[in-house]
């Protein structure tokens, strides 16, 4: 099994950047889709972004496309989001999520992160 763990979530100001890491431990993850979620106080996780094994293909949801940017290192065994031109309705708490093979093409992941806490000031 594969254990995932966020870093770089801190408070920024509105129109900021900011930097979020997963770095995996346990087994690689260069057979995993990865993948970024986040969940905003009150509201359910919701999906932000993804990026196949090899780094060929990345998705992003509606509301980020054209400010984040979803990378990975599979060397390092590590993933990134870079966030550019935050809003507050950015501010969730940042979840890493890994999917198995067996689940490719689902909505399904299978390893998740603690989490880090992004809060964007207005």
């Known amino acids: 099994q594969a254990q995932l763990v966020e870093a770089g979530g801190r408070l920024v100001q509105a129109g900021g950047s900011l930097r979020l890491s997963c770095a995996a431990s346990?087994?690689?993850?260069?057979?995993?889709?990865m993948a970024w979620f986040r969940q905003a106080r009150g509201k359910e996780r919701e999906f932000v972004a993804s990026?196949?094994?090899?780094?060929?293909?990345?998705f992003y949801a509606f509301e980020v496309t054209g400010r984040f940017t979803i990378s990975r290192d599979n060397a390092k065994n590590t993933i990134y989001l870079q966030m550019s031109d935050l809003r507050p309705e950015d501010t969730a708490v940042y979840y890493c999520?890994?999917?198995?093979?067996?689940?490719?093409?689902?909505?399904?992941?299978?390893?998740w992160g603690q989490g880090t806490q992004v809060t964007v000031s207005s």
């Open positions: 346990g087994r690689p993850i260069s057979n995993y889709v």
């Open positions: 999520a890994a999917q198995e093979p067996v689940n490719s093409g689902t909505h399904v992941y299978d390893y």
């Open positions: 990026i196949t094994r090899s780094g060929e293909a990345t």
